[in-house]
């Protein structure tokens, strides 16, 4: 770690802006600790949540079967978008109840998320260091993470929140008794000695879908983040070359990142929709 | 690159908003949606029937004119008939009260032909018998001559 009078070197930078502000005060140690908790990632993760239920309830709230403004209408497009979708691969209307809105509420949610992407990487995570100097504490302790999808506790913690739904539709719709049928009967059929693979083939789906899940939103992030601190260092060697590649290399995956942010925030709604989808689905 | 609470906390915040958006976003929205398209669709399904209900009143308005048109002609068919039949009765009437004052005229002038003749005949007798009385100088007893003088005003009828 950077120690106060000298500049980081890069690596410190690295793992610096990689680093999460937790209640631990410093990284985590172990992969697995299930006593620390990520504040900047709940932050932004909150805060940004608010936000969008707040963006979507204001258009709600002014809803109107008349003719839509500019913002009534985006909202509009986007829902029409989710429940279009949503119709074409949840094939219970009342699941639909639930299921299009959380779909709708992740795709918002986790485009804004990722959105916060694209602000300078060095912006807030250098506002947050101010301020913990200035209440007296080691800057190169101040650790802020701005991108929640980035984090994979959160990608992954979404992704089981997908799985629970699965379960919980699996369960609704094909009965305890149903549903277990299934899970040693399906896909291979129903014979005893192939109970055992069936079963361990249903465990290793639920699983892969769920790691899948979170880790493609988690994956994608994470290294578009990384990209944009290495332009970020780029810049920071201070020539005419670092400044020019700063620049040039900084728009080009920033323009491209619009595409992923987008991109990674359809996928994660598409997946959920047609992850609950097929726990509608008799084998 | 760790797992820890975050993941519990994260799952925790997904499902608050997901019910926030189900139970205040995602229904007012939805109502408007549908709303509007059942406006267009009422909307669009008045105008057809506008555009229907006009070219049905165009269709009778022009049935009307064409009934207007014969009803009139058969009116002024009927008036012109009805006309000549009028010239016609008048014309008869005219000439059958000519006829009348004609024949009437006609028995007239006869009668009083007829009177003139009656006058002439007896002044005639009277002349001739006069006469003869001048010529024989002598009274003629009427009484004596009546027939004589009967049997003349006979001949010279």
């Not at chain 2, 976003?25 to 909307?43: F, S, Y």
């Not at chain 2, 009427?142 to 010279?156: D, G, P, R, Y």
């Amino acid at each position: 770690m950077a120690t106060e009078g000298h500049a980081p070197t890069a690596s410190e930078y690295v793992i610096h802006h990689l680093t999460h502000l937790n209640n631990t005060g410093h990284a985590q140690e172990n992969i697995i600790d299930w006593s620390v908790i990520n504040i900047d990632s709940m932050f932004y993760s909150i805060v940004i949540g608010a936000l969008t239920v707040f963006l979507l309830w204001l258009a709600a709230r002014k809803a109107t079967s008349g003719v839509p403004g500019r913002f009534q209408g985006i909202v509009e497009i986007l829902v029409d978008m989710v429940a279009d979708q949503a119709k074409g691969i949840v094939h219970s209307a009342e699941s639909r109840r639930f299921v299009a809105p959380l779909a709708l509420t992740v795709f918002v949610w986790i485009f804004l998320m990722n959105a916060m992407d694209l602000l300078p990487v060095d912006l807030l995570p250098r506002i947050w260091e101010g301020m913990y100097a200035a209440g007296g504490g080691d800057p190169a302790h101040a650790y802020m993470r701005v991108v929640a999808t980035a984090d994979l506790s959160a990608a992954l913690g979404m992704s089981t929140g997908v799985l629970l739904l699965c379960l919980y539709y699996n369960i609704k719709i094909k009965g305890v008794g149903g549903w277990v049928h299934e899970l040693f009967t399906a896909p291979f059929g129903s014979h005893p000695l192939l109970y055992p693979i069936n079963f361990a083939m249903q465990i290793i789906e639920f699983v892969a879908k769920t790691v899948s899940h979170g880790m493609r939103l988690f994956g994608n992030m994470y290294a578009g983040e990384l990209i944009f601190i290495l332009i970020a260092l780029l810049g920071s060697t201070a020539t005419v070359f670092g400044f020019l590649g700063h620049v040039i290399a900084g728009s080009i995956w920033a323009i491209f990142h619009i595409l992923i942010i987008t991109l990674q925030a359809f996928i994660f709604m598409m997946l959920t929709l047609v992850y609950v989808g097929q726990a509608h689905e008799s084998h | 690159m760790n797992l820890n609470a975050t993941l519990i906390a994260q799952l925790v915040v997904f499902f608050i908003l997901a019910w926030f958006t189900m139970k205040f976003v995602w229904p007012p929205i939805v109502k408007a949606l549908d709303e509007r398209a059942n406006k267009i669709a009422d909307g669009l399904a008045a105008a057809d029937k506008a555009k229907a209900d006009l070219a049905l009143a165009e269709k009778k308005v022009v049935e009307e004119l064409r009934k207007a048109r014969e009803s009139a002609g058969d009116v002024r068919t009927s008036a012109e008939k009805q006309a000549s039949q009028l010239i016609d009765e008048a014309r008869a009437e005219a000439s059958r009260i000519i006829a009348a004052a004609r024949e009437a005229a006609e028995h007239e002038a006869g009668a009083a032909t007829q009177r003139a003749k009656e006058a002439l005949r007896d002044q005639v007798a009277h002349l001739a018998v006069a006469g003869a009385e001048k010529i024989l100088r002598r009274e003629i007893d009427a009484k004596v001559h009546a027939k004589l003088l009967a049997n003349l005003k006979q001949e010279l009828q």
